[in-house]
């Protein structure tokens, strides 16, 4: 689907095939050069849609330029087949090179979610079925931004936000004119961000909080996030994912509460927004993006000293 939002500024959905985000919001800004803002998985199904959606706006490659909010592959991976440079943050950037070039990265990683109790057959098979192993770009060049950086296109003025916290070096663009925040997945309003543990942020979701606070105190009439529907109440929206992770800490702190368990264990006490009986029920990337969070959630109870991290065996265990 495409659809007018303003003069000069269109939105194509991206399908994402098998995935449960269904589908991207990529962002079009027309004038006499174009501007892409996120762009869906390196396959040929998002390919054909966005060509479809970008020759119907009469937007012309080769006087366009991309921006991508951050490194995750949906919002990455055609950057590379749509333009020869991308403009994004150097610390996400960074991450995106390093996991495609260095197997060590997903080893690393798989290796770190074993020690939270992942059990090891289905952590091997995360390493070659993640979204970023199959759908990320293979090769591109990046053009750094950072914040306080301004991008100019048509008669959008969009200045740079960094909004850590869905990934280390997330951002935003922000039209403080037209009162315009490109949100990524920084603020969605149907479903809520995924906050994980990340190696080179410490504390991810008490990051992920400063950055919505920072966010709240801008004027904004009009949110565009990087999935579902947009609306305009952005400091409602940040009420409520607040509220979410409130909840959910108490969750992760009752479950502790009861006895020493690592993140998978209570993982399975958390509330989460999907259809199952039964945990074994979940796909392995479902418990891998659950465990990941509930990581998140722990590292932010640890760090305030409200539970404590044991390593025993070469697995972490979490007590109070």
């Not at 962002?27 to 040929?44: A, E, M, Q, R």
């Not at 301004?150 to 960094?162: P, T």
């Not at 009861?258 to 259809?275: R, V």
């Amino acid at each position: 689907m495409i659809e007018k939002i303003a003069e000069g500024l269109y939105r194509i959905e991206i399908p994402l095939p098998k995935n449960p985000l269904k589908l991207l919001n990529s962002y079009v800004i027309t004038g006499s050069k174009f501007l892409i803002i996120d762009t869906g998985f390196n396959l040929d199904a998002c390919y054909e849609e966005m060509l479809r959606g970008l020759r119907q706006i009469g937007v012309d490659l080769k006087k366009t330029e991309i921006f991508v909010t951050h490194l995750h592959a949906d919002h990455l991976g055609l950057a590379g087949r749509l333009a020869e440079e991308v403009y994004m943050s150097k610390t996400d950037a960074e991450i995106a090179m390093e996991s495609a070039k260095h197997p060590e990265y997903w080893n690393e990683l798989v290796e770190f979610y074993k020690k939270n109790g992942f059990p090891s057959n289905e952590a091997e098979k995360v390493s070659k079925i993640h979204p970023a192993v199959k759908y990320s770009p293979k090769a591109i060049q990046f053009n750094f931004l950072e914040e306080g950086d301004v991008l100019e296109f048509g008669n959008y003025r969009l200045e740079v936000l960094h909004t850590p916290g869905h990934t280390p070096g997330h951002l935003c663009l922000y039209d403080p004119d037209k009162k315009i925040l490109f949100s990524g997945d920084h603020i969605l309003f149907d479903i809520t961000p995924n906050i994980t543990h990340w190696e080179t942020l410490d504390d991810a979701l008490g990051v992920y909080l400063q950055s919505l606070d920072k966010v709240y105190a801008l004027e904004v009439e009009k949110t565009l996030p990087g999935h579902r529907n947009f609306c305009c109440d952005h400091r409602k929206r940040i009420e409520e994912l607040k509220e979410h992770h409130r909840k959910r800490l108490e969750e992760a702190l009752n479950a502790v509460k009861s006895g020493s368990k690592t993140a998978w264990e209570i993982a399975q006490k958390i509330t989460w927004d999907l259809t199952y009986e039964d945990w074994n029920e979940l796909p392995t990337m479902q418990k891998w993006f659950a465990v990941g969070e509930t990581i998140a959630h722990l590292d932010y109870l640890e760090k305030r000293k409200m539970i404590f991290r044991e390593n025993s065996d070469k697995i972490y265990y979490y007590t109070t």
